[in-house]
């Protein structure tokens, strides 16, 4: 049994027990502002050492990740999959259809069951209270491996990719976001937001980003949302984008298609940015949509080098969040 057990229902969400070293038993990633400045720099280098093959190992021997999936997904089920295999760990794939969740059992006895088995929780969802709500009665991390609100694994992948283009160094860094003001645009802003990166967001009216989300970043951070896409592109070092709608709006493709006439990302907008601008898109993408095949396919595009990086950004973050504990599966 679980020595971290709690009272059960209406009490106070769990409080983990100390690491011996002082830091709190669990922490989730639920979004970027859940790690300080220092620990995305920290969390980026080892990226790049794990990348490199400087950092090795099996810190996670014994360790297993349980990975619920609510919606689709080849990436993130793939790096988290082999980036737990490699760093000695198991991953487990859990599709909501298949789970007793998908069939009503409730999140926080999902969360309490699951922390008995496993030493972390990775949730992909369209509500983000309910990965909120997992975090809240969970005893393990739970890591958020997209919610419709934020997708911050996928920009922790991306800021790695920008590192190796232009340097470590990020503060002032230069980037436009061309589109709708989606899970992908807020993580970006939280990235603006910790890390002081200079970001225009260029939106159709009625697909801004989140204005919570908006307003935290834009008071320490120069962040603007504007509705010409040549404006947000000019002089950017990084110009990215997502699809026009997204996993679980797909019935609004028609009108959404309609709203980003114009949001394309194309030869004559990457000629605005700098020019040693790249390109980026967590993908899946729509050529011909939100990105010509002339770009995406293009010499800037750093769209592969991106996905690669969610295995090497995940496993350092894995490595944060599940290190310096002993697992479940060596008691
Ligand atoms: N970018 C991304 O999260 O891809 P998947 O949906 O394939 O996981
Ligand atoms: N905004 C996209 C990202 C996919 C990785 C979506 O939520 O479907």
Redesign the pocket.
């Known amino acids: 049994m679980s020595p971290r057990t709690t009272t059960p229902d209406a009490g106070p969400p769990p409080v983990a027990a100390p690491r011996e070293d002082g830091r709190p038993a669990k922490r989730d990633f639920l979004e970027i502002p859940d790690l300080s400045r220092e620990e995305l720099v920290g969390l980026l280098a080892r990226a790049a050492r794990l990348k490199s093959g400087e950092e090795r190992g099996r810190p996670l021997e014994g360790k297993t990740l349980a990975m619920i999936f609510r ?1 689709s ?1 080849t ?2 089920r793939l790096s988290f999959e082999v980036g737990m295999y490699q760093l000695g760990g198991h991953a487990i794939f859990l599709s909501d259809r298949e789970i007793q969740l998908g069939r009503g059992e409730t999140v926080p006895d999902t969360a309490r069951v699951m922390s008995r088995f496993v030493d972390a929780i990775m949730l992909r969802t369209y509500a983000h209270e309910e990965i909120v709500e997992l975090a809240r009665h969970a005893t393990v991390p739970v890591i958020n491996g ?1 919610s ?1 609100l934020l ?1 911050p694994c ?1 920009v922790l992948a991306d800021l790695q990719t920008v590192q190796e283009e232009f340097g470590a160094e990020l503060a002032g860094r230069r980037v436009a976001w061309i589109g ?1 003001g ?3 645009a807020n993580s970006w802003i939280n990235a603006a937001y910790r890390l002081g990166l200079e970001l225009r967001l260029a939106c159709p009216k009625g697909y801004e980003p989140d204005p919570r989300i908006l307003k935290r970043a834009q008071a320490v951070a120069d962040v603007k949302v504007v509705r010409d896409p040549r404006e947000a592109a000019e002089g950017a070092q990084v110009v990215t984008t ?2 026009w ?5 797909e019935d609004e493709s028609e009108v959404r298609a309609k709203a980003f006439n114009g949001f394309v990302v194309d030869g004559a907008l990457m000629k605005r940015a700098a020019k040693d601008a790249i390109f980026l898109h ?3 993408a729509h050529r011909g949509e939100e990105v010509t095949a002339e770009v995406i396919d293009g010499p800037r595009s750093r769209v592969f080098e991106e996905a690669e990086n969610r295995l090497h950004v995940q496993k350092s973050l894995l490595v944060e969040l599940m290190g310096g504990r002993p697992g479940r599966g060596k008691r």
């Not at 709608?245 to 709006?249: I, N, P």
């Open positions: 919606k997904s990436r993130t997209l419709d997708h996928q709708d989606n899970n992908m997502d699809v709608a997204s996993m679980g709006q967590c993908l899946p």
